[in-house]
């Protein structure tokens, strides 16, 4: 059985490193993922998540609990990407530029045993990750916490000081791009 | 906007929520086309919810838990991370450690450091241990990654590739292109306000160089210094002299023996040696036709397997290697 959260938490806070690390072994990945998804840059987002972690270890007693401590977290990691965005720095990067060069995203879990329907995924899996890489900040970014995260609207909404509606629209426009991007793999599918 | 339009539009609200949407349940029972555009969209709804995962960089906890102090601090964050007794001992070696290289270097390319950006107040203080991207048996050709690991390139970090050529990123917009059997160390790391500037010792082998604007890569051979500030060339090391193609921009070309300066332009070769330094314009031919592109075929020396030696800092490079004999 895992260790509970709130006992880490009282390891964390009496100075145990260990402690933090297996904490944070548990949401590394969906917070790299998260990441990812927003700089559409590898390197990038090792850097910010590395940057996040390390910020949140030594500011632990700014956490409170009143929220969950992957949320909290992840408002780190979200600042952080997001100052990396508005510096111009996500504009334009070899990752993006070579989406199919580096380390190719996993396929899908659920892929059918079928050969052919695993390939025809994988192929549509890459080509979403390269749809929501050529989204605009914005729309990639509300997409991400949406549709990768999970987010609730109202929850982004708040990290993004905006309104629900505003969070609503931009993913619709998200959606719809995506959708016209993928439209002849997910024709194919459609009429298969 | 036609009626068609106006349905299609609301095709992904009207999957969160049907009963808000009558008017286009009673459209899609009529219209084909809008239908298969609601198939379509539920089909790009089920994709969006299995997004590729991306898999957390191998070695990602070990590096982190490398930059976690031992001893927990409990005072609000700091204005800048690098503040630890130990960081603070760290950086002050690697600023009087990157300032003398700095003057060094900027005897060497006085010109061209005048053409970098203006560095911070405090121009080292951040001391660049970047995480590159290596892709280790990537072929540009072929565009497979045979390997590919994202680890911290660090002053000294020793990086030669065997049987296949390599590419390291050096994240936002730069490049390093090894061939198969090439062996370089990293003689010096360091960020200059924006700019991240490498300088790397080749000690065997080819390095074709690709940076942009945010970093600066300066190659270090047994004959030359060679900067290449947003410049794209070929560097070749023989026992018998260093020879350099400019692919792209302009390199400075420093001789160790004489410290005499060469400004090599785009579409130029060169080959430093002991008889001097010698330029010439790369043929139309080469040039359509550069050792990047066919460098997959370069036969790799059997003999450099041996191990890289790391010389110390500031010192000469370690040539003559073993390996170069």
């Known amino acids: ?32 993922n998260a990441v990812f998804h927003m700089t559409s840059d590898r390197v990038a987002a090792e850097d910010l998540v590395q940057d996040a972690l390390v ?14 401590f992957y949320t909290w977290l992840y408002r780190i990691a979200f600042n952080r990407t997001l100052n990396w965005i508005r510096k111009g720095r996500g504009k334009l990067t070899f990752e993006s530029l070579d989406a199919d060069e580096g380390e190719r995203p996993r396929e899908v879990a659920d892929a059918s045993d079928d050969p052919l329907a695993r390939a025809e995924q ?14 605009n900040e914005a729309n990639r970014i509300v997409f991400t916490m949406r549709e990768v995260d999970g987010f609730e609207y109202e929850e982004i909404a708040r990290m993004l000081d905006c309104t629900q509606e505003a969070v609503r629209t931009r993913l619709h426009r998200a959606k719809k791009e995506l959708k016209a991007r993928l439209r002849p793999y997910l024709e194919s599918e459609v009429t298969r | 906007m036609n009626e068609h339009d106006h349905i299609r539009d609301q095709l992904f609200a009207y999957l969160e929520d049907p009963t808000a949407h009558r008017e286009v ?28 995962q991306a898999p957390l960089p191998e070695g990602f906890m070990e590096r982190l838990r490398a930059r976690l102090p031992e001893e927990v601090r409990r005072e609000p964050l700091p204005p800048t991370e690098i503040s630890s007794s130990t960081r603070r001992g760290r950086r002050a070696f690697w600023t009087r450690t990157v300032l003398g290289i700095a003057a060094v270097f900027a005897l060497a390319f006085g010109g061209l450091l005048l053409t970098m950006p ?63 059997g090439t062996r370089v160390r990293v ?13 790397i010792d080749v000690a065997l082998g080819r390095v074709w160089v690709e940076d942009g604007t945010r970093t600066r890569v300066i190659i270090h051979t047994p004959d030359a ?74 036969q790799v020396p059997s003999q450099a397997s041996g191990p890289l030696e790391t010389p110390p800092l500031g010192k000469a490079s370690p040539f003559p290697l073993p390996w170069m004999k």
């Not at chain 2, 280790?136 to 072929?142: A, K, Y």
């Not at chain 2, 790391?189 to 991240?196: G, H, I, M, N, V």
């Not at chain 2, 947003?230 to 002299?241: C, S």
């Open chain 1, 55 to 68: 910020g949140a270890y030594n500011g632990l007693d700014r956490f409170r609990g009143d929220a969950g």
């Open chain 2, 225 to 298: 210094l060679m900067g290449s500030p947003g410049a794209a060339l070929d560097v070749r090391v023989t026992p018998g002299g260093t020879h350099v193609r400019a692919w792209r921009g302009t390199i400075a070309l420093n001789r160790l023996r004489n410290r005499r300066l060469t400004v090599l332009q785009e579409g130029q070769q060169a080959v430093i040696d002991a008889k001097g330094t010698r330029v010439g314009n790369l043929s139309p031919v080469v040039q359509q036709d550069p050792w990047y592109q066919w460098n997959r075929r370069l």
């Open chain 1, 122 to 135: 994988r192929e549509l899996g890459e080509a979403l990750q390269g749809a929501i890489a050529s989204l």
């Open chain 2, 118 to 180: 203006k560095p911070a107040p405090s121009p080292f203080a951040e001391v660049a241990e970047r995480s590159a991207l290596i892709v280790v048996g990537h072929d540009l050709e072929l565009g497979d990654a045979l390997l590919s690991n994202t680890a911290p390139l660090r002053l000294g970090s020793a990086l030669e590739t065997t049987n296949h050529p390599a590419v390291i990123r050096l994240g936002e917009d730069g490049s390093l292109r090894l061939d198969a």
């Open chain 1, 1 to 32: 059985m895992t260790e509970p959260e709130r006992a880490l938490l009282e390891r964390i806070r009496a100075g145990d490193r260990d402690a933090f690390c297996i904490l944070v072994e548990r949401y590394a990945p969906r917070l790299f």
């Open chain 2, 187 to 199: 003689l010096a790391l360091f960020r200059a306000s924006e700019t991240t500037i490498l300088k």
């Open chain 2, 25 to 52: 349940t009673a459209h899609v029972v009529e219209c084909a086309s809008c239908a298969a555009d609601l198939a379509i969209t539920r089909r790009a709804n089920e994709a969006f919810a299995k997004v590729p």
